[in-house]
């Protein structure tokens, strides 16, 4: 027997008529390049985003043609995101901080027809102009400037109204956007999320036990709109009719600070360096802003120490820790602490929630090492494998990408973790950050969260590094703080307590700064360069 349901479909426009329609009045606030502040309100982009549909539409845009994007985090942005797929095209978002061939590989293999582009961008995008095939470059005038000659101007672009826009007839499981992976390993690679996918997470983000977000939030994603849709941000505030906050092109500790204060944000997200950024401010000068007395902040894309969640905490600001990839669009899980487990002493909370979480409605999870599927044990490490209706199942055109499919239907997402009998999960590693030493296993990313709690670090990372007798062995790069001091002996007698002897670190050297990718986490393949030949020069004995 069938539901007597009706079929309606899960796509963007319905999201952008409810929103412009029940939401109004809600305001928009975006730091421009200048620093001031641009304020409108839903109804004020709901009509341009209309605007630009229709002149896409005119343009010529047919279904499915690509629409590149090459922003930063702002209202003309957002406008981007609902008039794009609203239109029949597709919002590709061009990651502004990858190197220019890969700007160029990306805006070709996607095979964008139209650029959209901040005038601040221009002088990134001139680098790659004669080598990227796209028809049409329109600008947004973010700094007040006219646009150079030779672009369209977006604002002109869009100054037809279209209230009476009839969208195109879209079917829910249409591309609505695409997104490359910043490539850390090889080229990038074209995620396709379908109008399904998009509002199916959005429903499932904004749930009270995920990210909680409501109508009553104000939202500042500073995770950028380029990388995995700034989480799905964008389209979740849009959904629930959340306050927007957008950074601009600010993305510097003391800007974010003043903005979250003057807008009393309640809500944010990003990735663990920028945190650690706000937290060292904190301390700097505390009591100094006046932040919103319930803020929290999703924190995720490499793991959330829990340094930073108890720093955090002492500036009253909660830090929910959560897991995804550009893959998966990118929610996968939550670390939210289940009621029962609220009667935990502090520290075995803090165990839980620097977990990256058990996964939200609709994710599956397992995590397989070559006996099968693990127990659920907290212990034994496998790769973390996914599937679910927001979850990548092919590469766009890229037939040949088989080794991130299993047979039997689920995502390999190349992580390192383990599951408890609470069904959270741990992220151990990248299967390629892993160490592999004598035969064993030893987690990269414990001993960095474990060591960037001493007192003398700022931050550190973890590398396995070529090693005449155990294959491969663990050296800690770190960061100090200014003035501080640090020996071997020193990190040792810290971690002792916590490792086995065998996981210690052979060797700790120190560096200015870390190198990373452009999603702002550690570049370890360029550590591992730098020091490959460590443990062969030193002839380490362990
Ligand atoms: P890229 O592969 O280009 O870095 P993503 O930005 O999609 O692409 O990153 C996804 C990866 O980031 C995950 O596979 C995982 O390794 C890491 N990651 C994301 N969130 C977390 C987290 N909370 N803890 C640890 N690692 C994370």
């Known amino acids: 027997m069938k539901?007597?349901?009706?079929?309606?479909?899960?796509?963007?426009?319905?999201?952008?008529e409810r929103a412009g329609r029940y939401f109004g009045s809600v305001e928009i606030v975006t730091r421009m390049p200048d620093k001031s502040l641009h304020r409108y309100t839903y109804a004020d982009f709901t009509r341009?985003?209309?605007?630009?549909?229709?002149?896409?539409?005119?343009?010529?845009?047919?279904?499915?043609?690509?629409?590149?994007?090459?922003?930063?985090?702002?209202?003309?942005?957002?406008?981007a995101y609902f008039g794009i797929p609203v239109s029949g095209g597709v919002l590709h978002t061009v990651n502004l901080r990858l190197h220019p061939?890969?700007?160029?590989?990306?805006?070709?293999?996607?095979?964008?027809?139209?650029?959209?582009?901040?005038?601040?961008?221009?002088?990134?995008?001139?680098?790659?102009?004669?080598?990227?095939?796209?028809?049409?470059?329109?600008v947004v005038p973010l700094t007040g400037q006219p646009v150079p000659s030779g672009y369209e101007d977006y604002e002109q672009f869009i100054r037809e109204p279209a209230d009476d826009f009839t969208y195109p007839k879209l079917d829910e499981n249409d591309a609505l956007g695409m997104c490359y992976t910043s490539g850390t390993t090889g080229r990038?690679?074209?995620?396709?999320?379908?109008?399904?996918?998009?509002?199916?997470?959005?429903?499932?983000?904004?749930?009270?036990?995920?990210?909680?977000?409501?109508?009553?939030?104000?939202?500042?994603?500073?995770?950028?709109?380029?990388?995995?849709?700034?989480?799905?941000?964008?389209?979740?505030?849009?959904?629930?009719?959340?306050?927007?906050v957008y950074p601009g092109p600010h993305l510097d500790p003391v800007s974010l600070l003043d903005l979250m204060q003057e807008e009393q944000v309640t809500f944010s997200a990003g990735v663990p360096t920028i945190w650690f950024g706000i937290y060292r401010e904190l301390e700097k000068r505390p009591g100094h802003w006046r932040l919103h007395p319930k803020l929290r902040t999703v924190v995720g894309g490499a793991a959330a120490p829990e340094a930073l969640l108890r720093g955090m905490d002492r500036h009253g600001i909660q830090v929910v820790h959560a897991w995804g990839m550009t893959e998966t669009t990118p929610l996968g899980t939550v670390s939210v602490l289940k009621p029962h487990l609220a009667n935990l002493t502090e520290d075995e909370q803090y165990a839980y929630r620097t977990k990256q979480?058990?996964?939200?409605p609709f994710v599956d999870v397992r995590v397989v090492n070559e006996q099968g599927?693990?127990?659920?044990?907290?212990?034994?490490?496998?790769?973390?494998?996914?599937?679910?209706?927001?979850?990548?199942?092919?590469?766009?055109?890229?037939?040949?990408?088989?080794?991130?499919?299993t047979e039997d239907g689920w995502f390999r997402t190349g992580d390192v973790a383990t599951i408890d009998e609470e069904g959270y999960v741990k992220i151990t590693d990248r299967t390629k950050d892993?160490?592999?030493?004598?035969?064993?296993?030893?987690?990269?990313?414990?001993?960095?969260?474990?060591?960037?709690?001493?007192?003398?670090?700022?931050?550190?990372?973890?590398i396995g590094i070529a090693h005449p007798k155990w294959q491969e062995r663990p050296l800690a790069v770190v960061v100090k703080k200014e003035g501080a001091t640090l020996t071997l002996e020193e990190l040792h007698a810290f971690l002792t307590p916590k490792f086995a002897k065998w996981w210690l670190p052979d060797d700790v050297v120190f560096v200015a700064e870390i190198p990373r990718t452009s999603a702002g986490k550690f570049l370890k393949s360029q550590l591992r360069e730098q020091f490959r030949e460590h443990f062969m020069t030193k002839g380490v004995n362990t």
């Open 434 to 462: 892993l160490i592999k030493s004598g035969g064993e296993w030893i987690s990269s990313v414990d001993l960095e969260n474990a060591i960037m709690a001493h007192p003398a670090v700022e931050e550190a990372a973890v």
């Open 373 to 405: 599927e693990v127990p659920p044990d907290g212990v034994t490490m496998g790769e973390l494998q996914v599937r679910g209706p927001w979850i990548a199942g092919a590469y766009h055109d890229k037939p040949n990408i088989r080794d991130s499919f």
């Open 188 to 244: 990038p690679k074209g995620v396709v999320y379908s109008h399904r996918a998009v509002v199916l997470h959005s429903f499932a983000s904004a749930m009270a036990d995920t990210l909680g977000v409501s109508g009553r939030d104000a939202v500042l994603p500073v995770v950028p709109m380029f990388h995995a849709n700034a989480w799905g941000l964008p389209f979740t505030m849009t959904m629930v009719g959340a306050k927007q």
């Open 48 to 79: 341009r985003a209309r605007s630009l549909a229709q002149a896409l539409r005119r343009a010529g845009l047919k279904k499915g043609d690509r629409v590149g994007t090459l922003m930063w985090n702002h209202y003309a942005h957002l406008e």
């Open 357 to 360: 979480g058990i996964p939200v």
């Open 3 to 16: 539901g007597t349901m009706m079929q309606y479909p899960l796509t963007l426009p319905h999201l952008l």
């Open 101 to 138: 061939n890969e700007i160029a590989y990306v805006i070709n293999h996607g095979g964008d027809r139209f650029l959209i582009v901040d005038d601040v961008l221009l002088p990134l995008l001139e680098k790659v102009t004669d080598r990227i095939r796209v028809e049409r470059v329109i």
